[in-house]
């Protein structure tokens, strides 16, 4: 029992860097945290912070928007999204949304990353802004898995040329893979791996070459397979299926 007590103390007194204490809170990604801070949007204990060094413990008074921050239970959930919902945490024009399909309300769940209207398949949701920093950030090298159905029967040379790195809006993309699931002279099916994000890179890539996509879906984060999961479904992740996302 007093083993279990120090824990906890200890636990408490642990400092951590300002941003990520925020984005650990659930307010958002790291790098949004990060951004709040050099706004001067953060008090700590009364007194406006603007240092990214800054330290702070659970013990410390922090306050966004004259709210006062607790450190949060983190909570992962693996969503089946699938189409004609927008992957943000609220819109403006009253769209849906990928919460409006999950029942944790009162976690202050975000959408890690995105997928675009159209699209469909594994998105991550979670309130823990670290979580995500990973997940996105190019240098942890997270990979995400889609298939891609595009119309028509895609050219050889066109294969190469993704394989080989293809410039998009002025920056290359280099995927890690590409290979044809099956194709005929209707459409082809192909799984793409990559490891950035940028919006719509997929779509834009085929676009490029000529080809029109007809369906997008993500199957696999990291080493996390959608597998059976019914689409508009979700699951709640345990501690091995989260470090299989960090794979």
Known sequence: MKEEITRE????????????????????????????????KIKVNGITIC???YKVSSQDKVEYSGKILKLKEKIVIALNKPPGYISTARDDFKRKTVLDLV??????????????????????????????????????????????????????????????????EGRELFPLSICT?????????????????????????????????????????GCYRLKDLEESSYRILNKAEISSILS
């Open 9 to 40: 103390i200890e636990k408490k007194q642990k400092k951590l860097r300002i941003a990520k204490f925020l984005a650990t809170c659930g307010i958002a990604s790291r790098r949004k945290c990060e951004e709040l801070v050099l706004n001067k």
């Open 51 to 53: 240092d990214l060094s």
């Open 103 to 168: 029942k944790e309300k009162g976690a202050r769940l975000f959408p890690v990353g995105r997928l675009d209207a159209d699209s469909r398949g594994l998105i991550i949701l979670t309130n823990d802004g670290e979580l995500a920093y990973r997940i996105l950030h190019p240098k942890f090298k997270i990979t995400k898995v889609y298939e891609v159905l595009i119309e028509g029967k895609i050219k050889d040379v066109d294969i190469i040329k993704i394989s080989k790195g293809i410039e998009i």
């Open 181 to 221: 699931i099956k194709s005929d002279s209707h459409s082809t099916l192909l799984e793409i791996k990559i490891i950035e994000g940028r919006k719509r890179i997929i779509r834009k890539t085929f676009a490029s070459l000529g080809y029109r996509v007809l369906d997008l879906k993500r199957t696999q984060i």
